[in-house]
């Protein structure tokens, strides 16, 4: 199994490093993960919606050439947006499962920069995902992510795994 995370922007913050470096090292028992990182724009407090739209453009056209390379049948690609589909841990392991059954064996998940994802980007992914209604920092985004993707693997393993 592949893991890639597309992302917009570089992590900051050490304590999101540590954890980040901990899922890796969990999920590196059942696959390879891969972080990309592509730059994000630097966007002003006062920015117009003409704007704001420039910025998910650039970071989108970013975002869209990571993940062309990676595209073929056994590559599914996952874009998290408030938009999309909300799953349980355990229907998110039943997806991964089911999706492994039929063949997929690279997933990449995309995750925004603090403005979204261009329309550009939600169309081209095969499945959109919520993790809720809220926003998060994109940092804490990766976190809370491959946290839920070694739950889902541990369930799917039927391993062990705190509630």
Do not use: C, W
């Not at 999920?27 to 966007?43: C, H, Q």
């Not at 039943?94 to 064996?105: A, F, P, Q």
């Not at 994802?117 to 169309?123: M, Q």
């Not at 985004?141 to 039927?158: H, S």
Request: charged share 25%.
């Amino acid at each position: 199994m592949k893991i890639t995370l597309i992302t917009v922007g570089k992590i900051k913050e050490s304590y999101f490093r540590d954890a980040i470096a901990e899922y890796k090292k969990r999920l590196s028992r059942y696959g390879s993960l891969n972080i990309v990182e592509v730059p994000d724009e630097a966007t002003p407090d006062s920015a117009s919606p003409a704007e704001e739209n420039e910025i998910r453009q650039k970071e989108g056209d970013r975002i869209l050439k990571a993940v062309s390379p990676l595209r073929n049948p056994e590559t599914l690609v996952t874009a998290l947006a408030i938009e999309g589909k909300s799953f349980s841990s355990e229907e998110l392991s039943t997806l991964l499962s089911r999706k492994m059954t039929g063949g997929v064996s690279h997933f990449v998940f995309i995750i925004g920069g603090s403005l979204g994802l261009s329309p550009e980007v939600l169309r081209s992914a095969d499945l959109l995902m919520s993790f809720s209604r809220m926003t998060f920092p994109h940092q804490l985004m990766r976190v809370i992510l491959l946290e839920q993707i070694y739950r889902g693997i541990r369930i799917m393993r039927n391993e062990p795994y705190h509630k």
